[in-house]
């Protein structure tokens, strides 16, 4: 059995040293910051600070309100604000299809970008207040939106703009603070804790208040540790251009060997790639990549236990047989051109085996 690899930071990314260094600090901030004592006040300025740390990694200079993660800060955006309807892409995480049941889908072209035209029409069909909600990048394709284009037409219309940050680097995209009016985070896409993550607001009068904490936003105590830890994690820096040179590695690898690159012609994620391997089962490849020692996903998202087809190539015009042959790849912070070619190699060993192995 070959060292293992681990080739799935799209799905949940390692802790980092210093996120796991500040939970333990955190630990013994172990007082409700909502109690007026010392002990309290203590636990609320290291929260506060944590909070600061959060916003100004992002570029923000609205409100920062700590969650449970991306999925509940996607849940409260989608669900309380005041806007009286909503719209969604194709190719949204399970999360914002759960948490709008009710939305207009907007179609996506082949290449996996959000119809501009489709979202004009809508807009334009009914000038009462509208919330559009896209991501940032798509998680099991890595196509970046064009959010520019998007926030531009959305904002002419009046309407606000939900992106879905939760893959985003901390720094990637500068321009994301003036186009967004809410961002949805995670800490565990990160190198931080799983269980906390953040919605950064423009302006809180755009959401209906409820709960007691996070200015009235939400129920429940502050995970103090979990926050510091993410703090902790978003001070480490990722090297984007590494990221994005290693991609570019695998993919020409891939397409000079019988496989399928997804959307590429499109701008994507730095560090999240999707491969088709034509006549050969998703779960068959996982299986044997596992064995061999590498830790991938395929199916549906970022759940990477799921083996569903993926209603996002499904919504880019995939066949249905097509969208079950295809894996996600995806690097963090200690991948090296090493492990890439490593991972190579054994998809390589994988094309031979269903005779398509090309160079």
Known sequence: MSPRLYLDHAATTPITRLAREAMAAGLTNWANPSSPHAEGRAARAALENARRTIATAYGWS???????????????????????????????????????????????????????????????????PALVAVQWCNSETGVLQPLAEIAAIVHAADGRLLVDAAQMPAGADPELAEQADFVALSAHKRGGPPGIGGLLVRDLAALMPTGGQERGYRPGTENV??????????????????????????????????GEVVANCSRRHPAIGSYRLPGAAATAQLIRL?????????????????????????????????TREVIRVSFGRATTATDVDAFIAAWRAMARATGRFAA
């Open 62 to 128: 609205g409100e920062a309100l700590l969650t449970s993660g991306a999925s509940e800060s996607l849940a409260i955006a989608l669900g309380r604000c005041t806007a009286t309807r909503t719209a969604i892409g194709a190719t949204e995480h399970d999360a914002v299809l759960r948490a709008a049941p009710n939305a207009t889908v907007l179609p996506v072209t082949a290449d996996g970008m959000l119809d501009l035209s489709a979202l004009r029409d809508w807009l334009d069909a009914d000038r009462t």
């Open 225 to 258: 540790p979990a926050v510091l830890g993410y703090a902790a994690a978003l001070a480490e820096p990722e090297d984007i251009d590494r990221l994005v040179m290693l991609r570019a590695r695998l993919d020409d690898a891939i397409s000079r060997s019988g």
């Open 290 to 322: 596992d064995l061999a020692g590498f830790a991938v996903s395929a199916g549906s998202a970022c759940a990477s236990g799921s083996m569903k087809p993926s209603h996002v190539l499904t919504a880019m015009g995939w066949a249905d047989t097509a």
